[in-house]
């Protein structure tokens, strides 16, 4: 079976290298709609895949990390880079350019290391990520498989090359949330919320 669950964050970003000028050489934002597709052959004591709810915690978060932001690439211009963390206050840094594709691609690691890393508590099993849909209009989206988030023809994604500024991550309700994530530590989904 599988559930959905949508987020959404406005951004903004430049695509470098992307065919259109706009798009590669001027700072633009977009209303992004985020949806995850959680898929399990099991259903929890309260007979759901997974409680939505779950996915207000953690996952949220680290999505929400990039509303109101902008998203750099690391592989950009120094000088970009060194300005645009000067003056905003919450930016995310990614090794690959902020294209709808690679969003999809980034957020389905995320929220994967975010599956991997929790202990449940209430009978869910076998809970996989199957997609995560990046719409960056209402026209057009990117759709991300397992196999395209860790497919590194499409460029590698080091999840500890990702970094968040401090702005971002001191709203979060465990400022240490990322790397411990990224250590393995585990994190327990909570008896009730």
Known sequence: MIIRKLFKFENAHI??????????????????TVE??????????????????????????LIDSFDHAITLWSGDDPEYLRDMKRWSRRWVELPVSPSAEQYARVIFLMVDLVLKNTITVNNEKNVTLSYVVVHE?????AQASREDAYNERMGRIDLE????SDGVKEEWSDPSIWQKLLRGEKIQNPTKI
């Open 15 to 32: 695509v470098r290298g992307c065919t259109t000028r706009r798009c590669s050489e001027s700072i633009h934002g977009h209303s992004y």
């Open 137 to 141: 209009t209402q026209t057009g989206y």
């Open 36 to 61: 995850l597709l959680f898929a399990s052959d099991h259903l929890d004591r309260g007979q759901m895949v997974y409680d939505f709810g779950l996915t207000k915690l953690t996952i949220k978060e």
């Open 161 to 164: 090359a990702i970094r968040f």
